[in-house]
């Protein structure tokens, strides 16, 4: 085990995930695992594991929940994952064989390969989708907005070649649910940043999301799953540049009222 290197999860409700999660975290010494509140048996499964510590945060946002539950680890270095990701035996190989590269750099980037509908996906936009999973703690926070957290790291960085595979959806209905949740949260994001939509410009943005997936980034080559990606991702851009017309509309209705 490296001795330096502690393993962060957030959790809500992930019982169908968490325990192939943990699982693959066996070679990590302390793990920290947050819950804001799960009703299912997420902290239950999680209390399973020798290596593994509970602690309980009401969820705020996710920026401020990943901080503190990197706070909360011992360790120099920080593998930080999602409830349905999972570390590749090849990854874990990569990761106890960094060596001097642990003192070179203070964050590595890693592929997630996703597995979707029976299948791995290798296109459409979704591999190799490095993500900042591996870094220092000290060098490291995470930042952003409603949506779209990520790691901001002081330093050199570098791409690992081993894959941390993703179990993303459970089914379509899964998809769907994601995605009414995250176009909510990217426009309100937007709302807040001034920026404005329309009818057409949605619907400009979905069938331009479509193309982009399916042809530019290579979808076609992903079989049925590709195409039920590229056209749900159409959705998603729809949906999220509709709903901040929405609340364009609600927003000048207020201000007529005012008048």
Same mark, same amino acid.
């Given at each position: +085990?490296?001795?330096?290197?502690?393993?962060?999860?957030?959790?809500?409700?992930?019982?169908?995930?968490?325990?192939?999660?943990?699982?693959?975290?066996?070679?990590?010494?302390?793990?920290?695992?947050?819950? $804001?509140?799960?009703?299912?048996?997420?902290?239950? @499964?999680?209390?399973?594991?020798?290596?593994?510590?509970?602690?309980? #945060?009401?969820?705020?946002?996710?920026?401020? *929940?990943?901080?503190?539950?990197?706070?909360?680890?011992?360790?120099?270095?920080?593998?930080?994952?999602? &409830?349905?990701?999972? !570390?590749?035996?090849?990854?874990?190989?990569?990761?106890? $064989?960094?060596?001097?590269?642990?003192?070179?750099?203070?964050?590595?980037?890693?592929?997630?390969?996703?597995?979707?509908?029976?299948?791995?996906?290798?296109?459409?936009?979704?591999?190799?989708?490095?993500?900042?999973?591996?870094?220092?703690?000290?060098?490291? #926070?995470?930042?952003?907005?409603?949506?779209?957290?990520?790691?901001? !790291?002081?330093?050199?960085? #570098?791409?690992?070649?081993?894959?941390?595979?993703?179990?993303?959806?459970?089914?379509?209905?899964?998809?769907?649910?994601? @995605?009414?949740?995250?176009?909510?949260?990217?426009?309100?994001?937007?709302?807040?940043?001034?920026?404005?939509?329309?009818?057409?410009?949605?619907?400009?943005?979905?069938?331009?999301?479509?193309?982009? +997936?399916?042809?530019?980034?290579?979808?076609?080559?992903?079989?049925? *799953?590709?195409?039920?990606?590229?056209?749900?991702? &159409?959705?998603?851009?729809?949906?999220?540049?509709?709903?901040?017309?929405?609340?364009?509309?609600?927003?000048?209705?207020?201000?007529?009222?005012?008048?």
């Amino acid at each position: +085990m490296i001795s330096f290197l502690s393993a962060c999860i957030i959790t809500y409700n992930e019982e169908d995930n968490i325990r192939r999660c943990l699982e693959s975290l066996s070679f990590i010494k302390e793990v920290i695992v947050l819950d $804001s509140g799960s009703t299912d048996s997420t902290v239950e @499964i999680a209390k399973e594991f020798s290596n593994v510590k509970c602690y309980y #945060k009401a969820f705020v946002n996710y920026v401020e *929940q990943k901080n503190f539950c990197m706070q909360l680890a011992s360790g120099e270095w920080i593998l930080f994952l999602d &409830a349905d990701e999972v !570390v590749s035996k090849e990854l874990q190989m990569e990761i106890e $064989s960094l060596g001097e590269e642990w003192k070179e750099y203070v964050g590595f980037y890693i592929p997630r390969l996703t597995f979707y509908l029976g299948k791995w996906i290798y296109h459409s936009g979704w591999y190799p989708n490095y993500q900042m999973k591996l870094f220092c703690k000290s060098k490291g #926070k995470f930042a952003g907005l409603l949506v779209h957290e990520k790691v901001e !790291v002081a330093g050199h960085t #570098k791409k690992l070649k081993s894959p941390l595979y993703h179990y993303s959806y459970k089914n379509i209905s899964d998809h769907l649910q994601f @995605i009414d949740r995250y176009s909510t949260l990217a426009a309100q994001e937007k709302f807040n940043q001034n920026q404005s939509s329309g009818i057409l410009w949605a619907i400009g943005k979905s069938i331009y999301k479509f193309f982009y +997936m399916y042809f530019i980034k290579l979808g076609f080559l992903d079989g049925k *799953q590709g195409i039920i990606i590229a056209i749900l991702g &159409a959705y998603y851009n729809f949906l999220k540049y509709i709903k901040l017309y929405e609340l364009e509309l609600n927003h000048k209705e207020k201000i007529n009222c005012l008048k």
